[in-house]
């Protein structure tokens, strides 16, 4: 990379806001020592799609150094959100979730890598790291919270750390992630409801403040 490309890089990288950046403040006087709401920004994201058991889903796994999950629900990697993971969307569909990469480890390389290791087999490797946005909901009370909203089951003998769904939240297409047992949630939703996502949660927050 040339100095002056390089340099251009710097200055997007500076100028970049996350979808949920102005709701901080919100975020932070919602929050109290029962549940906690906060943004994790710029977090990478891919969606892939490969057959499972495949010779190309062997490459895959090889190019990501993981193996793809095999059951609804379930998370392979970092199941708690501090490094990589992949995440079962559906029988052939995949979103790999880590924390924002640069330079030779940018979303572009990894995505370069997967749809090298996918070939000319059916599949796709897209960088959705800007389509949405990680919304975490923390503390004793976050599963309440959440009950207000969804139907799905959050108890833990049905939602156990280290799984994931996609669902409903409110009227909102979201994936919840549940990364520990304190409990911990992490809510993946696109950039464009964050806004809306972040009221929604704040109205449920305010009896538990």
Same mark, same amino acid.
């Given at each position: 990379?040339?100095?002056e490309?390089?340099?251009?890089?710097?200055?997007? *990288?500076?100028?970049? %806001?996350?979808?949920?950046? #102005?709701?901080?403040?919100a975020? /932070?006087?919602?929050?109290?020592? =029962?549940?906690?709401?906060?943004?994790?920004?710029? $977090?990478?994201?891919?969606? +892939?799609?490969? $057959?499972?058991?495949?010779?190309?889903?062997?490459?895959?796994?090889?190019?990501?150094?993981l193996?793809?999950? *095999?059951?609804?629900?379930? *998370? /392979?990697?970092?199941?708690?959100?501090?490094?990589?993971?992949?995440l079962?969307?559906?029988?052939?569909?995949?979103?790999? &979730?880590?924390?924002?990469?640069e330079?030779? $480890?940018?979303?572009?390389?990894?995505?370069?890598?997967l749809?090298?290791?996918?070939?000319?087999?059916?599949?796709q490797?897209v960088?959705?790291?800007?389509?949405?946005? /990680?919304?975490?909901?923390?503390?004793?009370?976050?599963?309440d &919270?959440?009950?207000?909203?969804v /139907?799905?089951?959050? #108890?833990p003998?049905?939602?156990?750390?280290? =799984?994931?769904?996609?669902?409903?939240?409110?009227? *909102?297409? &979201?994936?919840?992630w549940?990364? %520990?047992?304190?409990?911990?949630? =992490?809510? +993946?939703?696109?950039?464009?409801?964050?806004?809306?996502?972040?009221a929604?949660?704040?109205?449920?927050?305010?009896?538990?403040?």
């Open positions: 990379m040339t100095a490309a390089n340099s251009a890089s710097s200055a997007a *990288v500076r100028l970049r %806001r996350s979808p949920g950046g #102005h709701l901080v403040d975020m /932070t006087a919602g929050s109290g020592a =029962r549940v906690r709401l906060k943004e994790v920004p710029f $977090q990478t994201m891919v969606a +892939l799609r490969v $057959q499972p058991g495949s010779e190309e889903a062997g490459r895959v796994e090889a190019a990501l150094g193996p793809l999950p *095999v059951a609804c629900g379930a *998370v /392979t990697g970092s199941s708690d959100g501090t490094g990589t993971a992949v079962w969307l559906g029988p052939d569909e995949f979103l790999v &979730v880590g924390p924002e990469l330079g030779a $480890q940018a979303p572009t390389e990894l995505v370069g890598s749809a090298g290791a996918l070939g000319e087999a059916p599949g490797a960088d959705l790291s800007a389509n949405r946005t /990680t919304l975490e909901l923390a503390g004793p009370a976050s599963r &919270v959440l009950e207000k909203s /139907t799905f089951d959050l #108890h003998r049905a939602f156990a750390a280290g =799984r994931a769904y996609s669902l409903l939240l409110g009227p *909102v297409q &979201v994936v919840l549940k990364t %520990r047992e304190e409990p911990e949630f =992490r809510i +993946l939703a696109r950039g464009s409801f964050t806004e809306y996502t972040v929604l949660l704040l109205d449920s927050m305010a009896e538990f403040h």
